[in-house]
């Protein structure tokens, strides 16, 4: 379909809300439910509350958000609390049924905004710092998605949506119920949604009561910022004065789009209305803008490659006077994620994973030293710097959902404690790191798990943990999904190998992936389940393997190779067919530069080895029961590959169900599904891998 925007100016103008409606409904809050046998289930991993990052005022007040999920009502909810930066004084400010997210403070303290619901779309609110006094103060006829206030708090950008296709309407005027979706190129399709409006800036004057003089700053332009399906207000930074707002933006469309990663800084000038591109000749993504608080220089993340998303990620800095680029971590062989300014302006604090956790890091601009601020066997999550020099972040493991804690001087101190009484109530699992040979001479750092009092004497059914992405970091994460000490607590050892093409261990590890689909990552998982397999406490006949996306691939793959050593499979939104998966997906560069090109290139060796250790392939091999789980909303991973590989175990007599969900993408979100996905995980697993099966409770 031909790529244009159709105005709409007038729609899209913001304005005070009058006579709008908050959203109406039971209130979703902390139900006190507490477990009673002290197993760690489905119900108690739905039970946890989800805590936000915190926000930090002027005076030292901690703004931060807490979501619970109602299995019941089949959704969750958000509200906002306050505390004292030392953690004490905690108070709910809001209690109402439409979530309120993304809050910030404004006004020097004195205010909050935040978003919630108005009608049913997304808006901009603004209240009192005690919470009193809510009012709307956008009207965005599609909603907003996000905003961020320039540092007088007299301009706010705002995330707002533009109509970006023709619908059938649109060319025939008489057929105003006709469905078709006439398509002439690429980028049609986004991970869970038909591409029919883009993300757009819009820029308005906000005089502390109404948002006016709204403007698109890239009306009439037919690309997206912030960038789909992740991109958000952390693709937005304005100058200290309020002169100028950076915002990232991949200015292609159609194939152009598809092929490419190369996204741009683009500086707005608010007062002339003209565009300049900061990264002209940055050939990967750029991202995650921010000025330093004394307005000399722009920091940002940026890779090098195009077409290659996964790629190192750098951290620039760029003299605002001088327009000179400075690669920091020339020296530095890891890939960063997350970027927040120092108080002095003469260093960055980053977010960064190595060595199988995620750790914080200062790096010096002066001299480009990297320093660690705090680690741990943890990953930690967000960055609010003080003015003191120490800061506030969230954190979590394997065993523990997110909290908000103070890191100063190496003292780190826990603030928040909104899942402590669950976790007192419940035994956890524990966590041990080892280090596994592989089969071309290396260490791999391998997560095991183990149940809650496990018995060394015993032997434990195990699982093989196998990671999507496929260059994701196999960490501390704590999974609402794939969690693994909620697998350990249903019994079983779980094996998470920090295999080949995961971040975290320098760039050759992570880049050795691509290309190499079948190949050395897959001698690493199996040398990590036959090094387990050497312990006495490991049942070698009663090992199974799981995982989602490329963790699926890895599934599929494992079932014509394993050569026995598995006797259950379950594969959630996997990759069963390569050639399919080719030509199905929508970011075609993640399917050239992972698999090497296209499958019809007989000239290409990368790309041909790819194809041929396509899962599909190997089908006559299959002999152990296989669990298959998929999302019809998932445009990225096609349903039809779980459907395929369905079809091709109960043609070959493998013994196999399949777990559709016709209203799920590339994740299962809705609470409901969530805890049937967990309870037939559990079921499959329990069914194959345990002599005699336990009453399932999850």
């Given at each position: 379909?031909?790529?244009?925007?159709?105005?709409m100016?007038?729609?899209?103008?913001?304005?005070s809300?009058?006579?709008?409606?908050?959203?109406?409904?039971?209130i979703i809050d902390?139900?006190?439910?507490m477990?009673?046998?002290?197993?760690?289930?489905s119900?108690?991993?739905?039970?946890?509350?989800?805590?936000g990052a915190p926000?930090?005022s002027?005076?030292?007040k901690?703004?931060?958000?807490?979501?619970?999920?109602?299995?019941?009502?089949?959704?969750s909810?958000?509200?906002?609390?306050?505390?004292?930066?030392?953690?004490?004084e905690?108070?709910?400010?809001?209690?109402?049924?439409g979530?309120?997210?993304?809050?910030v403070w404004i006004?020097?303290?004195k205010?909050?905004?935040?978003?919630?619901?108005?009608?049913g779309?997304t808006?901009?609110?603004?209240m009192n710092?005690d919470?009193?006094n809510r009012t709307?103060?956008?009207?965005?006829?599609?909603?907003i998605?996000?905003?961020?206030?320039s540092?007088?708090?007299?301009?706010?950008?705002m995330?707002?949506?533009?109509?970006?296709?023709?619908?059938a309407k649109?060319i025939?005027p008489?057929?105003?119920?006709a469905?078709?979706?006439?398509?002439?190129?690429?980028?049609y399709k986004?991970?869970d949604e038909?591409?029919?409006?883009?993300?757009?800036p819009?820029?308005?004057?906000f005089?502390?009561?109404?948002?006016t003089?709204v403007?698109d700053i890239?009306?009439?332009?037919p690309f997206?910022?912030p960038m789909?399906?992740?991109g958000?207000?952390?693709?937005?930074?304005?100058s200290?004065?309020?002169?100028?707002?950076?915002?990232?933006?991949?200015?292609?469309?159609?194939?152009?789009?598809?092929?490419?990663?190369?996204s741009?800084?683009?500086?707005?000038?608010?007062?002339?209305?003209?565009?300049?591109n900061m990264?002209?000749?940055m050939?990967?993504?750029?991202t995650?803008?921010?000025?330093?608080?004394d307005?000399?220089y722009?920091a940002?993340?940026?890779m090098?490659h195009?077409?290659?998303?996964?790629?190192?990620?750098?951290?620039?800095?760029?003299?605002v006077?001088t327009?000179?680029?400075?690669d920091l971590?020339?020296?530095?062989?890891?890939?960063?994620?997350a970027?927040a300014?120092?108080?002095?302006s003469?260093?960055i604090?980053?977010?960064?994973?190595?060595?199988?956790v995620t750790?914080i890091?200062?790096?010096?601009l002066?001299n480009?030293?990297v320093?660690v601020?705090?680690?741990?066997v943890?990953?930690?999550q967000?960055?609010?710097p003080l003015?003191?020099g120490?800061?506030?972040?969230?954190r979590h493991?394997?065993?523990q959902?997110?909290?908000?804690?103070?890191?100063n001087?190496?003292?780190?101190?826990?603030?928040t404690?909104?899942?402590?009484?669950?976790?007192?109530?419940?035994d956890?699992?524990?966590?041990?790191?080892?280090?596994?040979p592989?089969?071309d001479g290396?260490?791999m750092?391998?997560?095991v798990?183990?149940?809650?009092?496990?018995?060394p004497?015993?032997?434990?059914p195990?699982?093989?943990?196998?990671?999507g992405?496929?260059?994701s970091?196999?960490?501390?994460?704590?999974?609402?999904r794939?969690?693994?000490?909620?697998?350990?607590?249903?019994?079983?050892?779980?094996?998470?190998?920090n295999?080949r093409?995961v971040?975290?261990?320098?760039t050759e590890?992570?880049?050795?992936?691509?290309g190499d689909?079948?190949g050395?990552?897959?001698?690493d998982?199996?040398?990590?389940?036959d090094?387990m397999?050497?312990?006495?406490?490991?049942?070698a006949?009663?090992i199974g393997?799981?995982?989602?996306s490329?963790?699926?691939?890895s599934?599929?793959?494992l079932?014509g190779?394993?050569?026995?050593?598995?006797a259950?499979?379950?594969?959630?939104?996997?990759?069963f067919n390569?050639?399919a998966q080719y030509?199905?997906?929508?970011?075609?560069?993640?399917?050239n530069?992972?698999?090497?090109?296209?499958?019809w290139?007989?000239?290409?060796?990368?790309?041909?080895?790819?194809?041929?250790?396509?899962?599909?392939?190997?089908?006559?091999?299959w002999?152990t029961?296989?669990?298959?789980?998929?999302?019809?909303?998932?445009?990225r991973?096609l349903?039809?590959?779980?459907?395929?590989?369905?079809?091709?175990?109960?043609?070959r007599?493998?013994?196999?169900?399949m777990?559709?969900?016709?209203?799920?993408?590339?994740?299962i979100?809705k609470?409901q599904n969530?805890?049937?996905?967990?309870?037939?995980?559990?079921?499959?697993?329990?069914?194959?891998?345990k002599?005699e099966?336990?009453k399932?409770?999850?």
């Amino acid at each position: 379909m031909k790529k244009t925007i159709i105005p709409m100016a007038i729609a899209m103008l913001a304005t005070s809300c009058s006579g709008t409606s908050e959203e109406k409904g039971e209130i979703i809050d902390k139900t006190g439910w507490m477990p009673s046998d002290r197993q760690y289930t489905s119900e108690v991993l739905e039970a946890f509350g989800r805590v936000g990052a915190p926000v930090v005022s002027p005076d030292g007040k901690v703004l931060y958000s807490v979501s619970f999920e109602s299995v019941e009502q089949n959704k969750s909810n958000a509200d906002l609390y306050v505390m004292n930066i030392d953690g004490t004084e905690k108070t709910k400010l809001t209690s109402t049924p439409g979530s309120e997210s993304d809050a910030v403070w404004i006004e020097n303290g004195k205010r909050i905004a935040f978003m919630s619901p108005v009608d049913g779309k997304t808006q901009l609110w603004v209240m009192n710092a005690d919470g009193s006094n809510r009012t709307a103060v956008s009207n965005v006829e599609n909603g907003i998605s996000g905003f961020l206030f320039s540092p007088d708090g007299s301009k706010v950008v705002m995330i707002g949506s533009v109509k970006f296709s023709r619908d059938a309407k649109d060319i025939y005027p008489d057929l105003p119920d006709a469905t078709g979706k006439l398509i002439d190129d690429l980028m049609y399709k986004h991970w869970d949604e038909w591409v029919t409006e883009i993300p757009h800036p819009l820029i308005g004057d906000f005089n502390g009561k109404d948002i006016t003089n709204v403007k698109d700053i890239m009306e009439d332009e037919p690309f997206e910022s912030p960038m789909k399906p992740f991109g958000s207000i952390e693709s937005f930074a304005w100058s200290p004065d309020g002169s100028k707002l950076i915002y990232v933006s991949r200015k292609k469309t159609g194939m152009e789009y598809a092929l490419s990663t190369n996204s741009d800084l683009y500086v707005y000038d608010i007062e002339s209305g003209s565009t300049s591109n900061m990264t002209e000749g940055m050939m990967g993504y750029d991202t995650a803008p921010a000025y330093s608080p004394d307005g000399k220089y722009i920091a940002w993340l940026s890779m090098e490659h195009d077409g290659y998303e996964s790629d190192k990620n750098r951290i620039f800095i760029m003299n605002v006077e001088t327009s000179e680029k400075t690669d920091l971590t020339t020296d530095w062989d890891y890939t960063a994620d997350a970027i927040a300014w120092a108080a002095d302006s003469k260093s960055i604090y980053f977010i960064a994973p190595k060595d199988g956790v995620t750790p914080i890091f200062n790096i010096n601009l002066s001299n480009k030293e990297v320093k660690v601020i705090a680690d741990g066997v943890f990953d930690y999550q967000s960055l609010a710097p003080l003015a003191d020099g120490s800061l506030l972040t969230m954190r979590h493991s394997m065993v523990q959902p997110n909290e908000i804690y103070s890191v100063n001087n190496g003292e780190i101190k826990q603030l928040t404690d909104v899942n402590n009484a669950i976790l007192e109530a419940i035994d956890m699992p524990t966590v041990e790191k080892r280090l596994v040979p592989t089969t071309d001479g290396k260490l791999m750092t391998t997560w095991v798990v183990y149940p809650p009092n496990f018995d060394p004497t015993k032997k434990y059914p195990s699982l093989l943990y196998c990671q999507g992405g496929p260059q994701s970091a196999v960490s501390q994460f704590f999974s609402y999904r794939w969690n693994l000490a909620l697998m350990a607590a249903n019994g079983y050892i779980v094996i998470a190998p920090n295999r080949r093409g995961v971040p975290g261990f320098g760039t050759e590890w992570n880049a050795q992936i691509s290309g190499d689909y079948g190949g050395q990552n897959m001698r690493d998982y199996l040398s990590a389940v036959d090094d387990m397999k050497k312990e006495a406490y490991i049942d070698a006949a009663r090992i199974g393997a799981v995982g989602a996306s490329y963790g699926g691939f890895s599934v599929y793959w494992l079932a014509g190779h394993h050569e026995g050593r598995f006797a259950a499979f379950i594969a959630h939104a996997g990759i069963f067919n390569t050639e399919a998966q080719y030509l199905e997906t929508e970011e075609m560069w993640f399917a050239n530069w992972d698999l090497g090109g296209p499958f019809w290139d007989k000239s290409n060796a990368i790309a041909q080895n790819s194809f041929a250790n396509s899962p599909h392939r190997f089908v006559d091999k299959w002999d152990t029961p296989i669990l298959i789980t998929h999302g019809e909303y998932d445009f990225r991973i096609l349903a039809s590959q779980g459907m395929m590989a369905f079809n091709a175990a109960r043609l070959r007599g493998v013994p196999a169900e399949m777990l559709i969900f016709p209203d799920e993408n590339h994740w299962i979100l809705k609470p409901q599904n969530s805890v049937m996905w967990q309870r037939v995980f559990f079921r499959w697993l329990d069914k194959w891998l345990k002599d005699e099966p336990a009453k399932n409770k999850n």
